[in-house]
């Protein structure tokens, strides 16, 4: 069997009748998604990078000549191999030599490809650490700030959003009751990082629903609830759950609901937070009333439904976007407080969950594959960032950060190396990240396709895509392991990562070591063996090959599920979390010895600079929401047929409230102008009977394409959300605190007769 792993899930290889190559649904998953299908059409695409490039001027005047400001708006020369490669050695050589190695910052960042040996960030950062090292990032765009806040309150076995949450199974065989805040965004779980064979959330949810599981979803979106029986959905204003689960959490502790048992064994901190809930500082008690008023859920709502949390057995899911917000932290740390009060913890099925559905793998009832990568090597340097704040770091060197109870030290970045990531799609503000992209001396990218952050670089090398190398594909979440077939040989002139930095290893001395005298069939050999010495039921390399896959348990029962928090929940003393306390923290003192302003050492309502009850509302009317895209990966696959069939004469699509179309005057299919002071993007309506009004729905990963007036044509949200951080804790992404302007748009040059 031929097959092609991709973050989407595995596919066959099959021809069409003219003999070309074809991708088809991989007959062992129960929900295929069909976006990855289209993935060959890229092979021949325009927008290809087919050679190494340099932009004209640094290649005339080289890096020190001030000519980073031309950077995104020249044209770029083709090079040959040999020549590129000795001008990138030379230039670290220059930078480290010159500045040290904390001026090279490797930007890499995930998901360019599902397999385990070819995978961008790590062959990139293998390659700078041979070369003395590289200021780094940590955490994510999708997890950061519950992936700071979390080991705090959970300790650090509960850094990652797969370890949160009980099984599926469990979920629906014991759970009575499922509340989400922030929904199930079902075309999510199309995707996994590493792959997957079955795609099987949308089952698991399903059975949940034939299995009399209440489903309540509080959104601004009824489409974030899912359809069949036994489904409310529960408008609620962006940014304000946290203020609707403190509100539950009052109506528990003033009418005696709350498990005081499970508080006093199993967690610390609740008088302090008890204080709070009641105002015996502020005056003000977070009651549903209170929280109703902020939120615009009925109060009778708020009541009802923390009174079945009690009564029912019940499982509190939090979407990963709602920690994408300023103050990001709150509702994950509210929610755990909540599920503490209504006493399910560490009941099967029960408790609280993250990101059900944002990934394919989260609550899968499945033996989790443990196994290596290629492997990086130790970075000598020292200097990180918080992967969110790239800009800081570009424009303020020798500035610092809070971060986690650290202040980090921003080195003088002269150098920038990207690969396996876009982030003129992912990070926020973009107009200010194209001016901080201009400082550095040198900026390299490499690439497949002619993306934002390829149009910004200085040298541009062309990646081969996933579909032309073989490679071994599995997630560390899942139990599926892919021998991902080449399945057509990338275009003359363009080279895999790993081909392309042997020849630059080769210029810098460390050929050897790069790759070890490895072919990368033996590669391959070598990352399935450290698989099979973990799990030595799995078949010898050949048979995998053979075959093509292999699955733990593969045709068997799932196996038991996690443990999650049972041991804890019946023996707290021998079985601790890995907190100060050993048990749950819903205070912190840890982090409120941090003295963060912004983020205090209980859960609480903190009021955002952007959200529909700030002054700014006046100003600019609608709450921005930028979730993930339902045709595409992020911005990859932009231009596969799946994305480009979503689009609307050519534009991006976002969603309006069929009330907020009738105030602007504008009908379904119009294209519309969405503006604040950071940036201007045009996209197409499309009207929504179920969303909020005063809420605008535009999800990430159209590439971002300003005009010569700075208008973005390519439907970003990010050119409007702010870089503000959920906190000084996490200093994460916090995109889904934005308000914007919105009007009709007649076509070029409409801007200038729009201009405040």
Same mark, same amino acid.
């Given at each position: 069997?031929?097959?092609?792993?991709?973050?989407?899930?595995?596919?066959?290889?099959?021809?069409?009748?003219?003999?070309?190559?074809?991708?088809?649904?991989?007959?062992?998953?129960?929900?295929?998604?069909?976006?990855?299908?289209?993935?060959?059409?890229?092979?021949?695409?325009?927008?290809? #990078?087919?050679?190494?490039?340099?932009?004209?001027?640094?290649?005339?005047?080289?890096?020190?000549?001030?000519?980073?400001?031309?950077?995104?708006?020249?044209?770029?020369?083709?090079?040959?191999?040999?020549?590129?490669?000795?001008?990138?050695?030379?230039?670290?050589?220059?930078?480290?030599?010159?500045?040290?190695?904390?001026?090279?910052?490797?930007? $890499?960042?995930?998901?360019?490809?599902?397999?385990?040996?070819?995978?961008?960030?790590?062959?990139?950062?293998?390659?700078?650490?041979?070369?003395?090292?590289?200021?780094?990032?940590?955490?994510?765009?999708?997890?950061?700030?519950?992936?700071?806040?979390?080991?705090?309150?959970?300790?650090?076995?509960?850094?990652?959003?797969?370890?949160? $949450?009980?099984?599926?199974?469990?979920?629906?065989?014991?759970?009575?009751?499922?509340?989400?805040?922030?929904?199930?965004?079902?075309?999510?779980?199309?995707?996994?990082?590493?792959?997957?064979?079955?795609?099987?959330?949308?089952?698991?949810?399903?059975?949940?629903?034939?299995?009399?599981?209440?489903?309540?979803?509080?959104?601004?979106?009824?489409?974030?609830?899912?359809?069949?029986?036994?489904?409310?959905?529960?408008?609620?204003?962006?940014?304000?759950?946290?203020?609707?689960?403190?509100?539950?959490?009052?109506?528990?502790?003033?009418?005696?609901?709350?498990?005081?048992?499970?508080?006093? %064994?199993?967690?610390?901190?609740?008088?302090?937070?008890?204080?709070?809930?009641?105002?015996?500082?502020?005056?003000?008690?977070?009651?549903?009333?209170?929280?109703?008023?902020?939120?615009?859920?009925?109060?009778?709502?708020?009541?009802? #439904?923390?009174?079945?949390?009690?009564?029912?057995?019940?499982?509190?899911?939090?979407?990963?976007?709602?920690? %994408?917000?300023?103050?990001?932290?709150?509702?994950? @740390?509210?929610?755990?407080?909540?599920?503490?009060?209504?006493?399910?913890?560490?009941?099967?099925?029960?408790?609280?969950?993250?990101?059900?559905?944002?990934?394919?793998?989260?609550?899968?009832?499945?033996?989790?594959?443990?196994?290596?990568?290629?492997?990086?090597?130790?970075?000598?340097?020292?200097?990180?960032?918080?992967?969110?704040?790239?800009?800081?770091?570009?424009?303020?060197?020798?500035?610092?950060?809070?971060?986690?109870?650290?202040?980090?030290?921003?080195?003088?970045?002269?150098?920038?190396?990207?690969?396996?990531?876009?982030?003129?799609?992912?990070?926020?503000?973009?107009?200010?990240?194209?001016?901080?992209?201009?400082?550095?001396?040198?900026? #390299?990218?490499?690439?497949?396709? @002619?993306?934002?952050?390829?149009?910004?670089?200085?040298?541009?090398?062309?990646?081969?895509?996933?579909?032309?190398?073989?490679?071994?594909?599995?997630?560390? %979440?899942?139990?599926?392991?892919?021998?991902?077939?080449?399945?057509?040989?990338?275009?003359?002139?363009?080279?895999? &990562?790993?081909?392309?930095?042997?020849?630059?290893?080769?210029?810098?001395?460390?050929?050897?070591?790069?790759?070890?005298?490895?072919?990368?069939?033996?590669?391959?050999?070598?990352?399935?063996?450290?698989?099979?010495?973990?799990?030595?039921?799995?078949?010898?390399?050949?048979?995998?090959?053979?075959?093509?896959?292999?699955?733990?348990?593969?045709?068997?029962?799932?196996?038991?599920?996690?443990?999650?928090?049972?041991?804890?929940?019946?023996?707290?003393?021998?079985?601790?979390?890995?907190?100060?306390?050993?048990?749950?923290?819903?205070?912190?003192?840890?982090?409120?010895?941090?003295?963060?302003?912004?983020?205090?050492?209980?859960?609480?309502?903190?009021?955002?600079?952007?959200?529909?009850?700030?002054?700014?509302?006046?100003?600019?009317?609608?709450?921005?929401?930028?979730?993930?895209?339902?045709?595409?990966?992020?911005?990859?696959?932009?231009?596969?047929?799946?994305?480009?069939?979503?689009?609307?004469?050519?534009?991006?699509?976002?969603?309006?409230?069929?009330?907020?179309?009738?105030?602007?005057?504008?009908?379904?299919?119009?294209?519309?102008?969405?503006?604040?002071?950071?940036?201007?993007?045009?996209?197409?309506?499309?009207?929504?009977?179920?969303?909020?009004?005063?809420?605008?729905?535009?999800?990430?990963?159209? @590439?971002?394409?300003?005009?010569? &007036?700075?208008?973005?044509?390519?439907?970003?949200?990010?050119?409007?959300?702010? #870089?503000?951080?959920?906190?000084?804790?996490?200093?994460?992404?916090?995109?889904?605190?934005?308000?914007?302007?919105?009007?009709?748009?007649?076509?070029?040059?409409?801007?200038?007769?729009?201009?405040?």
């Amino acid at each position: 069997m031929h097959l092609f792993a991709t973050h989407f899930g595995t596919y066959e290889v099959g021809c069409d009748a003219n003999g070309k190559p074809r991708l088809l649904p991989f007959r062992h998953d129960p929900d295929p998604s069909e976006i990855g299908l289209g993935y060959l059409d890229l092979a021949d695409h325009p927008e290809r #990078i087919r050679a190494p490039m340099a932009r004209r001027s640094w290649l005339e005047n080289g890096p020190l000549a001030g000519t980073g400001v031309g950077r995104g708006r020249e044209g770029f020369v083709a090079v040959s191999w040999d020549e590129v490669a000795s001008l990138i050695a030379d230039e670290l050589r220059r930078v480290r030599s010159t500045h040290g190695n904390q001026a090279i910052f490797g930007g $890499s960042y995930g998901w360019a490809s599902a397999g385990r040996f070819h995978h961008a960030q790590s062959q990139l950062k293998r390659l700078l650490n041979l070369a003395g090292g590289f200021a780094s990032s940590v955490n994510s765009y999708s997890y950061g700030a519950a992936g700071v806040l979390l080991p705090h309150i959970l300790g650090s076995d509960y850094k990652d959003a797969c370890d949160t $949450s009980p099984s599926w199974s469990d979920i629906a065989e014991n759970c009575e009751l499922l509340v989400g805040f922030g929904g199930f965004r079902l075309t999510n779980a199309q995707v996994e990082a590493g792959g997957t064979g079955s795609h099987r959330a949308v089952e698991w949810l399903r059975r949940c629903q034939e299995r009399g599981v209440r489903i309540v979803v509080f959104s601004p979106a009824a489409s974030d609830a899912p359809l069949g029986p036994n489904v409310r959905h529960v408008p609620i204003r962006p940014n304000t759950d946290a203020a609707v689960m403190l509100g539950m959490c009052h109506r528990l502790l003033t009418e005696g609901l709350f498990d005081c048992e499970f508080l006093k %064994r199993c967690t610390t901190g609740f008088g302090e937070f008890e204080s709070y809930l009641v105002g015996e500082r502020d005056g003000i008690a977070k009651d549903a009333a209170w929280a109703s008023a902020i939120s615009g859920v009925p109060a009778e709502t708020i009541i009802e #439904i923390a009174e079945d949390l009690h009564d029912h057995r019940s499982l509190i899911n939090v979407a990963w976007s709602l920690q %994408r917000a300023r103050f990001g932290e709150q509702p994950f @740390w509210a929610a755990i407080t909540l599920a503490s009060m209504a006493g399910h913890v560490g009941r099967k099925g029960c408790g609280f969950a993250f990101g059900l559905t944002a990934v394919n793998a989260v609550g899968q009832p499945v033996r989790r594959l443990k196994g290596p990568a290629f492997e990086q090597g130790m970075n000598p340097v020292r200097h990180f960032i918080p992967v969110a704040r790239i800009t800081e770091l570009l424009e303020n060197p020798g500035g610092r950060i809070d971060y986690d109870g650290q202040a980090l030290e921003l080195p003088d970045i002269r150098l920038v190396w990207w690969a396996g990531g876009n982030p003129f799609h992912h990070h926020q503000d973009l107009n200010r990240l194209a001016e901080a992209f201009r400082r550095p001396e040198t900026v #390299i990218v490499t690439e497949n396709m @002619w993306t934002a952050t390829a149009k910004m670089a200085d040298i541009v090398l062309p990646s081969a895509f996933p579909f032309e190398r073989d490679d071994v594909a599995a997630s560390s %979440r899942d139990n599926w392991l892919v021998y991902s077939r080449r399945v057509m040989e990338p275009p003359e002139g363009v080279l895999a &990562d790993h081909e392309a930095y042997c020849l630059i290893a080769d210029r810098l001395g460390c050929r050897e070591a790069f790759d070890e005298n490895r072919c990368v069939d033996d590669w391959l050999a070598h990352i399935y063996e450290g698989y099979r010495e973990r799990y030595p039921e799995l078949p010898d390399f050949q048979s995998f090959r053979l075959r093509a896959f292999a699955a733990l348990d593969e045709g068997e029962e799932a196996p038991a599920p996690a443990d999650h928090f049972r041991r804890f929940r019946n023996n707290p003393e021998g079985s601790p979390l890995k907190t100060p306390s050993g048990r749950i923290e819903i205070a912190s003192g840890t982090i409120g010895k941090f003295g963060y302003p912004d983020i205090g050492s209980h859960p609480a309502w903190r009021e955002p600079e952007e959200w529909l009850g700030a002054p700014l509302a006046s100003q600019h009317r609608f709450h921005l929401l930028s979730p993930q895209p339902a045709h595409r990966l992020h911005g990859q696959l932009e231009y596969g047929p799946a994305s480009q069939s979503a689009k609307l004469k050519g534009y991006e699509r976002f969603t309006l409230s069929a009330v907020d179309a009738r105030g602007l005057a504008v009908e379904d299919g119009d294209l519309c102008e969405l503006y604040n002071d950071r940036g201007r993007t045009i996209a197409a309506v499309t009207i929504d009977e179920g969303l909020m009004p005063g809420v605008a729905v535009l999800p990430t990963g159209g @590439w971002f394409h300003p005009n010569g &007036d700075g208008v973005d044509h390519g439907g970003n949200p990010n050119t409007l959300t702010p #870089i503000t951080a959920a906190s000084r804790l996490s200093q994460a992404t916090a995109p889904n605190s934005c308000l914007v302007s919105i009007r009709a748009w007649h076509g070029p040059g409409s801007e200038q007769q729009h201009e405040d």
